[in-house]
């Protein structure tokens, strides 16, 4: 079975500062690995996602996620915050059994 | 191409009725999930189904709780006697099986059950 651990219930920066949100998987099989964001009273949009290749992988509105397989990560970046990235962000690990299972979530805070 | 469409979008509900939530995957895709948020909560996956299978429901509640994708139709989730406790916003979604899918999962809007 899979699972994921996210280090960081919360997260505070500074607009234009680095993003830097912490992901860490468990699985037995190969994985596939996903980032999403939640806007408040909404449904989960995909930001960005791994399967096979290139390990470094470029989402939506500036995010890219790095696959470290030797360290189990899937942390997720974005060079300069803006206010528009305040909002919940989950990490998310499917498994060889069509399964997915979330991390507990980030929820991301932009100070002005 | 339309979403996953889930409704309603908000159900309210007395103590002891009962909650039905329905999901209409996105067109081509035979793989629902159900996934649970609480208040300032993370998400809990709940239930995986197939057309007409049960696949893993390691996250249901043992009681008062069901799940149903028939071979026509939406997936249904069902509470049974509701309790305050079950106020959520309920989550589902939606994956084909085939490769160009990429297994990714795409997600309805959410329905959000208030008991009171």
């Known amino acids: 079975a899979q699972s994921v651990t996210q280090l960081g219930s919360h997260v505070s920066v500074s607009e234009g500062a680095l993003v830097l949100l912490r992901c860490n998987y468990s699985?037995?099989?190969?994985?596939?690995l996903f980032w999403y964001v939640q806007y408040p009273n909404q449904g989960l949009q995909l930001l960005l996602k791994y399967t096979t290749g290139a390990t470094l992988v470029k989402g939506i509105n500036g995010f890219e996620a790095e696959f470290k397989k030797s360290e189990t990560s899937f942390h997720l970046t974005k060079p300069s915050a803006h206010m528009s990235d305040a909002a919940e962000y989950f990490c998310a690990v499917r498994g060889g059994n069509n399964d997915m299972r979330f991390g507990a979530g980030t929820r991301l805070t932009v100070k002005p | 191409n339309a979403g996953v469409m889930q409704n309603p979008r908000h159900l309210v509900r007395r103590r002891g009725q009962e909650a039905r939530l329905r999901c209409s995957p996105m067109?081509?895709?035979?793989?629902v999930y159900w996934y649970r948020q609480l208040p300032e909560e993370g998400l809990k996956f709940m239930v995986y189904?197939?057309?007409?299978?049960?696949?893993?429901e390691s996250g249901m509640p043992k009681e008062r709780f069901s799940a149903e994708f028939p071979k026509e139709g939406p997936s249904i989730l069902r509470i049974q006697q509701v309790v305050r406790g079950d106020s959520a916003a309920y989550f589902c979604a939606s994956s084909g099986d085939s490769p160009h899918s990429g297994n990714t999962i795409y997600f309805g809007e959410g329905s959000w059950l208030t008991v009171v």
């Open positions: 699985s037995s099989v190969p994985p596939y």
């Open positions: 189904l197939q057309k007409e299978n049960i696949i893993d």
């Open positions: 067109k081509g895709h035979s793989h």
